[in-house]
């Protein structure tokens, strides 16, 4: 698909997502969240679901983790419109609650959709949510940020690359040293993505989740 057709598909997605009523979310929602950036981009960030500053924008990422984001990329030379930014879920669950299955199962369709027409070639999936639907294992962000995988998505191979949640990151400066290391890395990911297909990493060594990632908070 060149990219003016990729531009204008990816439009019409977006004004098919506007109205979308598919899920509970639908009610409560000011906009639909649906996805900012390069429509060309080579590394697409995914989070989790809009929150209140989101939902009153019509933006992802727009409040103190978006600021946090937005440090992250500076420091590795980007800016977001280098990237493009989108959630696993458009519309703003109620009080910030996490997304039920339900729901993630009702809006994914919009996310692989846009995988699917953006073409990155790095995905870094931020926080759990998006960790386990586009890595299709139950594993926690505890256990795998940090590590590189390849996974077909949109019937290519892309180089998945966990992250922990900004937000989270915001209130616990352990993980937000964690953060930055693993952000620092982003730049030699993209590059050997430009030479080499990715190798599969060895799987993580399976193990009990712990009462933390039972509650879905890493
Ligand atoms: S969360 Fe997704 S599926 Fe649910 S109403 Fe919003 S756009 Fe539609």
Redesign the pocket.
Known sequence: MDPVERLATLDALQQE?AG???????EG?TQ?V?GVGDPNADLMFVGE?PGFHEDKQGYPFVGQAGKLLDKLLAGIGLERADVYIANV???R?PGNRD?VPD?IE??E??LFRQIELIEPRVIATLGNFATKLLSGRQLGITRVHGQPQSVTLGGRQVLLYPLYHPAAALYTPRMLTVLEEDFARLPGLLDLESHEPAEPEPEPELAAATPAEQLGLF
Request: hydrophobic share 35%; glycine share 0%.
């Open positions: 997502a979308c009523t598919r899920c509970r979310l639908a929602r639909v649906f679901a879920i458009k519309c669950p997304p729901e009702a809006c369709p919009y």
